[in-house]
Each structure stands twice: as structure tokens, then as C-alpha cells.
């Protein structure tokens, strides 16, 4: 699958741009890392992939076809897991499974459900009303029915929101695997997450697309601009990404356009090269 | 194939919700207020009681209990937030559709449960006189598409304004329009309440299910146009109503869809078949006089004095089933004034002419296509100028309904197994003058399972086959009147004159272990000895008749006397102010051929004084000579004087300043109470009263005396000073005072 996206913006009718001119291409197989900061219109491009959104100017073409006009074949093809979303609370875990299941018209529905429960740990709450379920069980809910029938294109909106640490590491796995044959956007803030797995990140602030690129290529692009400091610099051109208490005191570290020629150059990390893009690329 | 799916799904995921059992549940509730609290069809049947009240109110009910659950289950996807997931899975149009469409088969299940469920009960409730084909017809036209039209009405308000509470605000603002007084009598905007008057035992139903398919088939389509409509209003893409309407328009068969269904309706409103729409005309606006709504149109006016009317013919075939007839009317005309003349031709609404020739040539006619007040449409043809001329006319057409009668449907009937036709459906009528020795006589075709009784000369079978009897009937003057049915019809044996007695063959088995010929010609034996004779012959002999209780009542037409099957009703068989017994209420009804039909009791100062309670004494008078002076007192005084007992206790009269507070229902109930009271009670007391003032021979001869003359004061009509001057008494004498209540063993509380 590749979706073509040019030159798409999408102004809300309250006048807010949430996505300026953007131009990528998403072609499987590929996790695709989607990171930007609050409002900076990651959930507005994915609703936009759903066509849940209709783009105010621009192109998003699905193997070459206007997504609009072959919304039925992309939805078909699609696993969907929204930011926010909520589920049927009176059905047990398996009847809104097999209620997905039956929508998006799969052929052998309990084979797929078996296989989404699996996946997703849900095997002790599959005869669970959904409405008994924790915050992290809705998650996983959601997960699995996105994932019902394996999807040649999976949207997933924040997935590891409201799960434990060993089940974000289960998930991150689970996305890495299924992204082998496949396209996978995963939308999220936390860097681990994509750090981990994705192969590919785009970065968004401000409804312009800041990088394309691997993750190294991101690193390298923050290169000579992370620095640590023993103490707390006067510089306000500094930003701090991060304060650690050592023997020695606190120490911090900081991303800069320019780092004073006495810092203690240090190696990027995925989180620091964000930052960097994010302070001093962006809007 | 696909929608299929996606239909099962949602029906699939509707049957394992707990909130699905409890509307079909609260759903198959609902007939039972038909039982009781909601009672629209007159309860003077059995079948209208026990059949058509529960499935009218389980309609009702039932359209409410669907309009809530349908917008509980739209709204589920905001309730529950599901908009976004649902959106990337399937159109919403799609989900929206298969969701409409599981919940109208599960308003379907719920129907087959209800129809299940009561069947029974109705078939315990109505006895022999259950029929399965009836019940399963009135079920599907009254109870089902109320639901279907339910849902849809509410899915289509959810569509457009995507709240729960406006759009049950909505569909109950349409329903109660539907229910006001304003819908009242226009049987085709009443969407949620059809319009029944009453249901007939003893015949069919045929007029209200034909009414109630028309109308349920317009609302359904205006529903159904509602719906697509609403489709196309349906939120996509993130974008408000019309941003969506104007993305879904591109989907060009929706709103394509939506007009064929709009103007589908509009067809169907337009071309209505069943009510003559005329508006009221002024009398001096046409050359048609006005008429009593149900009478057969007057006779005696003509506007061409010099033509005569020789005689006419008519073969007529009925098509029963659809309620259709095919007609071919010669008439023969003497045109004295040896010129072309225009003359009126008065056709029934509904009726279309297909050729009109005079001497075997067409002429001209014109059709101003106004239809009058009293069921009448005139058109102006032009006769030749021959001095003889045979006309011939062929038509076509249903009987439509006047308008003035659209709230009681009374009117011409042609159905499957029973026909009520009057003058004017059976041929189109010249305003001419009848010549002397005027022959009005034909031929009709119709189902061999309806016996023919036509006004006039006995009707007889001519002709027939496996399916049709060609009747040959004639009649002296231009009235016509034809009823058929399945009917048992019974020579009265013994009968002073020729008596003839039709009734629904329902009723054989009762009325011959009652022993209704003897019934009939004791009563007529009795009333002909104290009173005369009527004036029938072999040739012209009295046809009583019972008829479909749509009629709502009865009436005498020459030598038809037909009455309304609610007369044989349990309930009228069995109500004591009329006699003791079945039998004795037959004979009142029948009495009713001497005061009544053949003598009218009218008093504009006293409104007791009427043909009821002259017939109560009568039978009365009857049963005192049939059985003994101790059987009346108990079956007849008694009843009288505890009747007025009831009366005077009544609360409600004691405190008239009380009445003010009772809602309508029970004042109504309370002014038949005394309605009932004064015409079969007091009345019969007063007359006795006279009875025991001036002896009972004399009594005998002041009635016979009346009957075979009249009253003077207000001829025809005798009043109560006639017969107070008949009897040399005053009122003041006639008064129910102390000593005459308490001689008769009554208490008297004033």
C-alpha cells in the first residue's frame, strides 16, 4: 500500500489551520512514527487517512486513487484505534469483537477474534461486559478490534495510553511484528514508543511537517547541538531537556542551536533530537 | 450481499440486548389499553371491542415504544462515543440504513409475537364468530405499518437534528397532530390512529382495510421519502448538516430516491379514490337539489318538464374484490320538444362515463368535474332532437364516500362478501320525469356467494356459473337499492303479509335454537291485530334485513327494512330495557315496523316521546298476552322503575353543580344514562300510566287509531299531545307521581 499525501491542509470551520501544505508518502512495509506536540494535528492527519475529515485543499491518493472516491475499498483495508473512542458497554469483550469483526465483513470472524484476544491479552476478559473492564482492558479492547483480521493499513492514536510498562513493551513488539508485510502509523507522544520499533518518523508541530526521515537520520540531524552541564547555564538560548541528581549535584542536559564552546558535547538520544527540532526547526 | 451482513449483524446484536425485550415486551403491553382506556372504534361490536380496540391501541402504543427505542439505538454511537471507530469501518450511511432496517424487522418480530400472543385471546373472546383471515388483516394494516412508520419517522427526526430529545419532541408533536380533532375525520392524514368506526361481526371489514392500505401506503412513503432524506443529512466526514448534505448529494440515488417517494405520495394523495372531495356548494350554485347525505337523491325534481323518462335498463357487473363496477344504462326518453336539449345527468363520485350514445350515436357531453356536497356529480348532456330516443351510457368507477360522511364512512359498500349499494352507484340518474308505467329494472352480475335482495320486485338468479349469478331485478319507480351478502334468507311462516328476513348467516345457529320464525310471526301477528296491516304484498313483499353494523343504525327504504347488525348484537339481545330476553328484543326491533318505520313519534316540547317507548310498551303489551301479568311485573315494570330508582340515586344528578367536574367521557356516559332512562323507562311508565287511566281496550284502540291515522298537530309525525288528546288526558295526569310508583311496588324518592 502507499498513500500519496500533497500538499494537504485542513482548516477547521473556526479558522484553525491544523495541517499547512503537507507533502509525504506512507508506503508499507513501514511503522511510521507520528510525533509532534499537543494540537500540532497528528489526530487531524490521521482522521484525514480515515476519511473521517475531508481535507480543505490538497491530494491524498491511496495506491494512486483519491482516498474520498475509494473511501469504502480503504476502510476495508484499514484498523483504526482512535485517540479518544469509546464501545459498546453492554457487550461482552467477544460480541464487540465479533460485532467488528462482522462489520468490516471478515470471513472466518472467530479465528480472527481468537487471534486479536490473543494478541492483546484479553483471553481472561473475553466474556467480560465490556463496562466491567479498567481503563487499560477498554485500550486493549480497542487495540484488538483494530487489529482484527490483520489490516494491510493500521492508524493507531496514542495505542499505549493507559497500559502498564510491560504491556507498552508487549504492544511495541506487536506493532514491530505486524509492520513487517505491512504499514503502520503510530501516533504518540512518548519517544520510547517509537524509538523502540518505527522505522520511519515524521514529525509535526504546527501543522507543518518538521522531518521525514529514520530515526538515526533524526539523531544525526541533532548532532553537536546536545550538550550536558554540571550546573544550571546562564544561557537562555539553552534549552533543558533534562535535569539528573548525581553525586555531584544536578546535572542537566540541553539542546542549542549554538552550544557554548566550553560544553560537554554528548551523543543525541531520539528525545533530545526532537526537542531540538521541535525548538528550534518549528514555528 | 454485503448489507446483508452488515443487517444481520446489527438485527443480531439488537436481539442480544436486554433493552430490545423490554420495548417488544412493553410493545406487546400495549393492546391491552385497547381493552379499556383507548376504546376509538365504537365498542357496539363484538369485533371492534375484542379485535380492532386492542390492535388500534397496540399500534399506538406500540409506534411510541419503537420511536424511543429507535432513537435510544441511533443515539448509542454518540452515547457510547463510537462515532470515530464505527466512521473508519463503515459509511455511516450504510450502518444507518442496516440499523433502520434491523430495527423495522425487529418491530416485525415484535408484531408476529403480539399477533401470536392474542390471537388466541381474541379467538377465546369472539367464539365461533373468530375468522383467522380477518384478525391476521386487521393486524397487518392497523398494528404493523404503525410501527414501521414509527421507526422511520424517528430515525428520520434523530438524522436531522441528532438529538434524543428533540426528535421524540418531533414524532410526538406528528402523532398528536395525527390524534387531534383537526385529523379527526380525514381517514387519510390519521398516520398513527386509522380511522375505524366500528368493525363489523357479522360481515366484513372490507371499507376499513381498504382505507386503512391507502393511507398506510401514502405515510409509509412520505416516511420512507422522510428517511432517505434524512439520509442524506446524515453527519460525515466532520462536517455539519449541510456541508454533509452537500457531500452525500453526490451520491446521486439518494435524493433521487427521496423525490420518487415524495412524489409517490403526492400521487397517492392526489388520485385518492375513497372520499368524494366535493366542498360545500351554495343551492342555487347547481341543478341539483339538496339531499339528505345518505338518502337516495331526490326524485321529484326535474328540470325539463317536456321530456319523459319511459323506462331504463341497467346491466351492471360488480367486481366485488376490488369494489369496482362496470355498468351499461339505457334509458328511453320521450323528448317532446322535438329539439336538442341539454339535461343534467347525476352520476355517484368516483364513477367515470366511458360512452354516452343517444339512438346509437355519440353525443356530447360536458364534465365540469364538480362533485356536490351530497355525493353527486353532474354532467350535462345533449340529447338529439328525435322525439324517441334510446340513450345508452357506459360507465365505470368506485363508489367514493360523500364528503359529509368521511368521519362515519357510511355510504356504499361493494366487497367480497357483502354489498350495500344505493340509486346512484348502480346507475347514473336522469332529472327527468318518470312516465306512468315506469319500468326500472336490469340485470347484476355478481359473486355467486352474495344472494341479492334489490328494493322492488324480489330479485331472481337468471343465470350462473362456478364463480358468478346473473340477478334480474325490477322496481316501479327510479329508486334502487341493492344489499347483498352471505345472508340466510327466512320466509316468515304464519306472517299476516309476505315477510322476508335476511341475516348473516353468523347468526343461523343462534336464531334457530331461538326459533326465529316463530319469533318474527307471533310479533308480526300481535302488531298487525292490535295496529293493521302494513301495506306489502306477494309482489311487493317487506324485506327486513340485517346489515353491516358500518351503517350505524338502521333505516326503511319502500320495502326494505334494514337494520344494523348491532341490533342482533349480545349486547342489544341482552339488555333488558328492550325485553327479557333475545327473543323479545327481536320482537321490540321488529315492532319498530309499526312505530318507527311505518308511523313517526316526534314531539319538539317533550324529546321522551319517541318510537322507543311506544315499542317498549308494545312488547310490553305482547309479553303480557304471551305469558302472564307476574312475567311482566318482574321482566318489564320492575326494570322500568329500577331504572328511574338508578337515576334519581345517581350522584352526579343529584349535584348537577358536581357534573362540571367529570371529564367528557363520563358526562356523555352520564347523558346516555339518562337519555336511556327517560325513552325506555319512563316513557313505557307513562304510557302504562295512561293504559291504567283510561282501561287497556281503549288503549289498544287510541294506538290503532293512531297508527292508522296519524297525528294532527304536526302531521305525519304523531306527538305526544296527539296522544295525549287520543287518550282524553292531560300531562298532569301522566305524571310518575308517589301513589303511581309505589301501586306498582316502586319506591319513590323524589
Known amino acids: ?283 | 450481499m454485503v448489507f446483508l451482513h452488515i443487517l444481520f449483524v446489527e438485527l443480531k446484536r439488537l436481539l442480544i440486548s436486554k433493552g430490545t425485550w423490554l420495548v417488544m415486551a412493553c410493545t406487546l403491553c400495549m393492546p391491552l389499553l385497547g381493552y379499556s382506556f383507548y376504546t376509538p372504534a365504537s365498542t357496539a361490536t363484538s369485533f371492534s371491542a375484542q379485535m380492532a380496540n386492542p390492535i388500534l391501541a397496540g399500534g399506538l402504543g406500540g409506534a411510541f415504544c419503537f420511536s424511543v427505542f429507535t432513537l435510544l439505538e441511533y443515539d448509542r454511537v454518540n452515547k457510547y462515543q463510537c462515532e470515530a471507530l464505527m466512521d473508519s469501518i463503515i459509511s455511516p450511511l450504510i450502518i444507518s440504513f442496516a440499523k433502520c432496517l434491523s430495527i423495522l424487522l425487529t418491530a416485525f418480530l415484535t408484531w408476529l409475537a403480539a399477533l401470536c400472543l392474542y390471537m388466541p385471546i381474541m379467538k377465546a373472546a369472539l367464539g365461533t364468530a373468530f375468522i383467522l383471515s380477518e384478525t391476521l388483516l386487521a393486524f397487518s394494516l392497523m398494528m404493523l405499518p404503525t410501527l414501521w412508520m414509527g421507526v422511520l419517522a424517528s430515525a428520520a427526526f434523530y438524522q436531522l437534528f441528532r438529538r434524543i430529545d428533540l426528535s421524540f419532541i418531533s414524532f410526538t408533536a406528528l402523532a398528536l397532530f395525527s390524534m387531534s380533532k383537526w385529523c379527526s375525520d380525514l381517514y387519510l392524514i390519521r398516520w398513527i390512529n386509522p380511522l375505524v368506526t366500528v368493525f363489523s361481526n357479522d360481515f366484513n371489514n372490507t371499507l376499513f382495510y381498504r382505507l386503512a392500505a391507502y393511507s398506510r401506503l401514502l405515510w409509509l412513503l412520505i416516511f420512507s421519502a422522510f428517511y432517505v432524506f434524512s439520509l442524506i443529512c446524515i453527519r460525515n466526514h466532520g462536517l455539519g448538516i449541510i456541508g454533509s448534505f452537500r457531500i452525500h448529494l453526490r451520491k446521486v440515488y439518494l435524493p433521487l430516491l427521496a423525490c420518487l417517494l415524495a412524489m409517490g405520495s403526492v400521487w397517492l394523495v392526489v388520485s385518492e379514490p375513497y372520499i368524494d372531495k366535493a366542498a360545500l356548494v351554495q343551492e342555487d350554485e347547481g341543478p341539483i337539489s339538496s339531499g339528505m347525505v345518505y338518502s337516495v337523491p331526490a326524485d321529484d325534481e326535474t328540470d325539463y318538464p317536456n321530456i319523459d323518462l319511459l323506462n331504463q335498463y341497467v346491466w351492471l357487473t360488480v367486481n366485488a374484490q376490488k369494489g369496482y363496477v362496470d355498468g351499461n344504462a339505457r334509458y328511453q326518453l320521450n323528448n317532446k320538444t322535438h329539439e336538442s336539449q341539454w339535461v343534467t345527468m347525476i352520476l355517484l363520485p368516483g364513477y367515470t362515463i366511458n360512452t354516452i350514445t343517444a339512438n346509437s350515436k355519440a353525443i356530447e357531453y360536458a364534465d365540469p368535474g364538480l362533485d356536490q356536497e351530497n355525493s353527486q356529480h353532474p354532467i350535462r348532456i345533449q340529447l338529439p332532437a328525435d322525439e324517441w330516443i334510446e340513450l345508452e351510457v357506459n360507465y365505470t368507477g368506485y363508489p367514493k364516500v360523500a364528503n359529509a360522511a368521511r368521519s362515519t364512512l357510511i355510504g356504499n359498500e361493494i366487497s367480497a362478501d357483502y354489498l350495500f349499494m344505493n340509486s346512484l352507484s348502480i346507475l347514473p340518474k336522469l332529472s327527468l320525469n318518470e312516465a306512468e308505467n315506469f319500468i326500472n329494472e336490469g340485470e347484476v352480475v355478481l359473486p355467486a356467494n352474495l344472494e341479492l335482495i334489490s328494493l322492488g320486485n324480489e330479485a331472481a338468479v337468471v343465470s350462473e356459473n362456478a364463480s358468478t349469478k346473473t340477478w334480474r331485478f325490477a322496481n316501479t319507480s327510479s329508486k334502487l337499492r341493492f344489499i347483498a351478502g352471505d345472508y340466510v334468507k327466512l320466509a316468515v311462516k304464519d306472517s299476516p303479509f309476505p315477510v322476508y328476513f335476511y341475516y348473516s348467516r353468523r347468526h343461523q345457529q343462534e336464531f334457530e335454537a331461538m326459533d326465529i320464525d316463530k319469533v318474527l310471526s307471533d310479533t308480526l301477528n300481535y302488531c298487525a291485530k292490535q295496529f293493521g296491516l302494513l301495506p306489502y304484498s306477494e309482489d311487493y313483499p317487506l324485506n327486513i334485513i340485517m346489515i353491516s353494523a358500518h351503517f350505524m343504525g338502521g333505516g326503511a327504504n319502500g320495502n326494505f327494512s334494514f337494520m344494523g347488525e348491532t341490533y342482533f348484537s349480545k349486547e342489544n339481545l341482552s339488555n333488558p330495557s328492550k325485553g327479557a330476553s333475545a327473543a323479545e328484543v327481536i320482537a321490540h326491533e321488529i315492532i319498530h315496523q309499526w312505530w318507527g318505520v311505518h308511523s313517526y313519534l316526534m314531539d319538539m316540547e317533550n324529546t321522551d316521546w319517541s318510537s322507543e317507548g311506544l315499542t317498549v310498551y308494545t312488547t310490553y303489551r305482547m309479553m303480557k298476552e304471551k305469558y302472564n301479568e307476574a312475567y311482566v311485573k318482574q321482566f318489564y315494570i320492575d326494570q322500568w322503575l329500577n331504572s328511574l330508582a338508578a337515576l334519581r340515586n345517581n350522584y352526579f344528578l343529584r349535584n348537577p353543580d358536581m357534573q362540571s367536574m367529570l371529564p367528557d367521557k363520563y358526562l356523555l356516559n352520564l347523558q346516555q344514562l339518562v337519555f336511556d332512562a327517560t325513552i325506555y323507562n319512563k316513557m313505557p311508565l307513562q304510557i302504562l300510566k295512561a293504559e291504567q287511566l283510561i282501561g287497556e281496550a281503549k288503549m289498544d284502540e287510541v294506538l290503532a287509531d293512531l297508527f292508522e291515522n296519524g297525528g294532527t298537530e304536526m302531521p305525519p309525525y304523531v306527538t305526544w299531545q296527539d296522544f295525549l288528546d287520543a287518550c282524553n288526558l292531560s300531562e298532569e295526569e301522566l305524571t310518575l307521581d308517589q301513589a303511581f310508583i309505589e301501586s306498582l311496588g316502586g319506591e319513590f324518592n323524589v
Open chain 1, 1 to 283: 500500500m502507499k498513500i500519496t499525501i500533497e500538499n494537504l491542509s485542513m482548516v477547521y470551520p473556526n479558522g484553525k489551520t491544523a495541517l499547512d501544505q503537507i507533502s509525504c508518502v506512507l508506503e508499507s512495509p513501514n511503522l511510521i512514527g507520528l510525533l509532534g506536540p499537543n494540537g500540532a494535528g497528528k489526530s487531524t492527519l490521521m482522521k484525514l487517512l480515515t476519511a473521517a475529515l475531508v481535507p480543505t485543499s490538497g491530494k491524498m491518493l491511496v495506491d494512486g486513487e483519491p482516498l474520498l472516491k475509494h473511501e469504502q475499498q480503504l476502510k476495508q483495508q484499514l484498523g483504526y484505534l482512535p485517540q479518544a473512542f469509546g464501545l459498546y458497554d453492554e457487550l461482552t469483550v467477544w460480541q464487540f469483537l465479533d460485532y467488528m469483526a462482522a462489520l468490516k465483513r471478515i470471513n472466518q470472524p472467530a479465528a480472527a477474534i481468537e487471534q486479536a484476544i490473543r494478541d492483546t491479552n484479553l483471553n481472561a476478559k473475553r466474556k467480560s461486559r465490556i463496562r466491567s473492564l479498567s481503563g487499560g482492558e477498554r485500550q486493549r479492547v480497542g487495540i484488538a478490534q483494530a487489529m482484527l483480521a490483520d489490516p494491510q493499513f493500521l492508524i493507531l492514536d496514542e495505542p499505549t495510553v493507559g497500559l502498564d510498562p510491560k504491556e507498552r513493551l508487549d504492544f511495541r513488539n506487536l506493532f514491530s511484528k505486524k509492520a513487517q508485510d505491512r504499514l503502520v502509523l503510530l501516533s504518540t507522544h512518548i519517544i520510547d514508543d517509537v524509538q523502540s520499533v518505527c522505522n520511519q518518523l515524521i514529525v509535526i508541530d504546527h501543522g507543518k511537517i518538521l522531518f521525514i526521515g529514520t530515526p538515526a537520520q533524526l539523531i544525526a540531524s541533532a548532532r553537536g547541538h546536545v550538550a550536558l552541564f554540571n550546573e544550571q547555564p546562564a544561557s537562555d538560548k539553552i534549552h533543558i531537556t533534562a535535569r539528573i541528581n548525581t553525586a555531584e549535584g544536578i546535572q542537566c542536559r540541553g539542546v542549542a542551536e549554538k552550544m557554548p564552546d566550553d560544553s560537554m558535547l554528548v551523543e543525541p538520544t531520539l528525545e533530545d533530537a526532537y526537542m531540538y527540532l521541535i525548538q528550534y526547526k518549528g514555528a
